[in-house]
């Protein structure tokens, strides 16, 4: 079974804004899936579409074979949920708000006590488990909600920027725990980010949204080959002959473009027989960023303009 099924689904907005637009996507458990573009491409809305929040203009979704559309309280009895403003309850300390929710979720307090400080040694919250929640940072509300939702072991997880306001060191633990529980648990896990970076280093699958529409989805190597294919290499050496690659080095380096990774060795060994020396040579594939911004590329060519029309300018990046 599928752990998350998307055949087709659309949500339009009162106004007529089509903030997702027939999107169709299928999950297996234990994948960390990483659903990715800037604000406003419907990542979110895509997120409400699968809990239940909301229900879909046209199309439909199964979370482990549940309609959320129809039975939202079953959806969210086997799913975590974590959204980039963490919402508790101030006046409770972070052990007391754990212990709470524990008990909505049905856990026993001795059950519940014994997984909460296990969450909080994990997100290294056990010095503040007895603050109130009101002298957190941010930082540290982004992991206690993410313990919270860790607390009734969901078989999914959905988590919309997690690393939030979080220190380098923070995220990479959160990173690791996100890792461990699909690999060890196999739970799914649904991540919402427009941070490409750090999607590129804990996801194990892709989906490239743009204003509501699915551009591509894939594993990393599957995009690569399908939206970017190629190889830039970067060599320094000295001694390299004027014109040997058609381009003159620019100091001690040279680049270029080669269908894939096995056409290095003919470069190099091409070098040496024409007496160069080679210090280093390094394959520099595309990344998801380089993916992203020729897909965007690609759909805003496809766009009819008027004569006196142009494309403003993006300023900023994802």
Request: aromatic share 6%; hydrophobic share 35%; with cysteine.
């Amino acid at each position: 079974m599928n752990a998350i099924l998307i055949e087709k689904l659309s949500k339009t907005y009162p106004g007529g804004c089509r903030a997702v637009d027939s999107l169709s996507l299928s999950l297996e458990p234990g994948e960390v899936f990483g659903f990715l573009g800037p604000n406003g491409a419907g990542k979110t809305t895509t997120v409400k579409l699968l809990t239940g929040m909301l229900a879909p203009t046209s199309g439909s979704s199964r979370v482990f074979g549940i309609d959320p559309a129809k039975a939202p309280e079953q959806v969210h009895a086997l799913s975590g949920i974590v959204t980039e403003h963490a919402q508790m309850y101030d006046h409770l300390t972070g052990l007391e708000n754990l212990l709470f929710f524990g008990a909505v979720f049905g856990l026993s307090p001795a059950d519940c006590k014994k997984k909460s400080a296990s969450l909080l040694e994990r997100l290294e919250l056990s010095d503040a488990a007895d603050k109130k929640l009101s002298a957190y940072s941010t930082g540290m509300r982004q992991r206690l909600s993410l313990a919270r939702v860790l607390l009734h072991e969901p078989r999914v997880l959905f988590l919309d920027e997690p690393t939030s306001g979080l220190d380098p060191e923070s995220a990479q633990n959160v990173h690791s725990l996100i890792r461990s529980l699909a690999r060890e648990q196999g739970t799914t896990v649904f991540l919402c980010t427009h941070q490409l970076r750090y999607a590129q280093e804990v996801c194990t699958r892709y989906g490239l949204m743009e204003k509501g529409t699915l551009l591509a989805e894939g594993t990393l190597s599957e995009l690569r080959s399908r939206i970017c294919p190629g190889v830039t290499v970067k060599l320094r050496a000295s001694g390299v002959p004027a014109g040997l690659f058609g381009q003159a080095p620019k100091g001690d380096t040279l680049e270029l473009a080669v269908s894939g990774e096995q056409e290095i060795p003919g470069l190099v060994r091409r070098m040496v027989e024409a007496g160069a020396d080679v210090y280093h040579v390094s394959a520099q594939l595309p990344s998801l960023e380089d993916i992203y911004f020729q897909l965007t590329a690609k759909e805003t060519k496809k766009q009819p303009q008027g004569p006196l029309e142009t494309a403003p300018k993006q300023e900023g990046s994802l």
